[in-house]
């Protein structure tokens, strides 16, 4: 899997978003790392190298969509995971990224979004259409960040893991270990056709379907 990190500026925001990686143990997920540095400056390369990203100083910013794709065209891993600057991890996010690789198989899936359905962050833009969600439906899939109801087209698929719980038995607990089942809410990109939060996709699917766009 390529980790690939778009950049611009904010050397301080940079420094606890690659911290929080290798807090949470993000490298342990990836082949190769990747950081794009918009009027990049050699204190970030070297920031970047510290934390295992191979940087690329651009001069000038470049913008979203050409960093994606600049970064796209250098990616190798079979999976793309992008990432920018000021997303900062807050939990372990190896075991959403491993289940969001088997719903891929298993759904036909084409790509797996991650924000923090309990933190979700701001600015959450869609949030304005809470209880009008149809007013924008190309943006439908966003309404799980206010609700855990799965308005109609949005389906949710439940994963099973089984996590060890040593640390918490009771006294009369004979199993260590717990079940606990992960909602994905999913829907075709007819409802959820935007976004530059953190994602996760094949690589060559999104050099065949969304870069040349």
Known sequence: MTIALLSWGADKTLENTLKSYAYYGLHQQDTERIALLQQGTPEQAKLCYGYGFNPIVLSTNVGIANGYNLLLREATGEYFLFLENDWELIDDPQPQIGLGKLIMHQLGIDIVRYRSRRLPGSPLWTKQFEGREMDKPTHLLDSVYWTDKA??????????????????????????????????????????????????????FLREYIAPR
């Open 151 to 204: 308005i109609n087209p949005i389906n949710v698929y439940y994963t099973e893991e089984y996590l060890y719980n040593g640390e918490h038995l009771a006294m009369d607990d004979i199993n260590p270990y717990m079940r606990v089942r992960t909602p994905w809410y999913y829907t075709s990109s007819k409802y959820a056709n935007w976004t530059n939060n953190p994602h996760m996709a094949k690589t060559e």
